[in-house]
């Protein structure tokens, strides 16, 4: 048994604070909610440490998980691609491994699955390394494997290996470790898989939206290059012969011509530079605050991006209230997870004003006033889950609304694009017929007089 402290919430939000002695973290939420109260910390009261539910219980197999997984080992170093074993034997940091988001999504939900059967952790990430098809996968599995025989628990194997790759989320690790804390990390890795699932699938439409307007100005932007660099100097020789004043815009697109066919070199790095330092401008910190607030004001797209947001809102903090994470935890967590500044910042306002007293209703709604990101029906779910205590469930609910309405809105998101993409490529080709044929259309006149 331990003594831990606690932060708790009755039915009417006041707030109420004490010692518990339980045997976890689990423990004192049961008692707390045998009184009829909401946790909303959980923290030691004296030094000391949480044992994990799943390591204790997987010490048994440690011996047979260790030997399977140096059994894999060598399987691991055969089947790994040669780069990334020299790496390891010359001791150098891991590269960044190439995992797509489907394969984390299955590596998650196979280790589920494995686990709620009852294998030893050990053991686990061995079968997941024999069966894996790519090598990265393999090797940061068997880095992890490693770690973990160190003495270390799962979570923290995790993160060594982020801290070197980047391999998972913070948001990913977080709820392994309330996983662990609470012995639940079956259940939490089942939620996580869903989330992941969740995450790659609007991923996924945002890119089948996008592909046909990118293809197309793609091919706009490729026919002007292709039309001043071969037919317009053709032409060039043709209006030369006219001995006459061209056109405003014919002498445009000549200028335009001789500038692109001369100074192609400097174009080339020009464009190069603005690329590389619009990267490196949206990783500052300053860049990337502006443009998330940008996307957000964007025309036709950022409603799809507020209500991105909001999913992963909801979503994920459900998701962290399921798993047992105390309030002021969860909304740390869910800030870290949200995929935009602007409501990460604001989250992280709503999580201190929860730890000044606040309900949870009143800090979105003084957070929405300011901001106009929470929506009422937001603010009105957050408001009745707190009463009824089902928060997770109605926020889940609500996220499935939200992720409803961007799959419509992408699916509709090419149609809208349409028109304007019609009148660009409509402009496009009219400059440039009028900029080659008014010097004709004159000559044919002036011959006609």
Known sequence: MQRFAYKSRDDSGALSSGELDA?????????????????VSITLAAAGSVASGLFVGAAAGTAAGTHAASAGSSE????????AWLRAQLGLAPAAPRVSDVEL?????????????????????????????????RMALQRISNTLGSGVDFASALDKETQATGLFSPYYISIVRIGETTGRLEEC???????????????????AAIRYPTFVILAAVAAVVVINIFVIPQFEKVFSSLHTELPLLTRILLGMSKFITTMWPLLLVGTAATVWGTKKWLKSA?????????????????????????ARFCVSFSVALRSGV????????????????????HIHAMRERVERGESVKQAAASEGKLSGIFPNSLIQVIAVGEETGALAELLEELGSHFQSEVEYELSRLTARLEPILISLLGGVVLVLALGVFLPMWELGRASIK
């Open 189 to 207: 890795l089942l939620r996580l898989s869903k989330h992941l699932q969740f995450l790659r699938a609007t991923k996924e439409q945002l890119l």
């Open 286 to 310: 300053s860049g990337a605050a502006l443009w998330d607030r940008w996307k957000l004001k964007l025309p036709i797209a950022g409603d799809i991006v507020n209500r991105t947001c909001l």
């Open 23 to 39: 045997d976890n973290r689990s423990g004192v939420a049961a008692q707390l909610r045998a009184r009829g109260l909401t946790a």
């Open 326 to 345: 105390p309030l002021t935890q969860a909304l740390a967590i869910v800030a870290d997870n949200v995929g935009n500044l602007v409501y990460s910042h």
């Open 105 to 137: 999504q299955l590596l998650t939900r196979e280790l589920y699955a494995m686990l709620k059967a009852g294998v030893p952790i050990m053991r686990a990430l061995g079968i997941l390394m024999d069966s894996s098809a790519n090598a990265d996968v």
């Open 76 to 83: 691991v170093r055969r089947q790994a691609d040669v780069g």
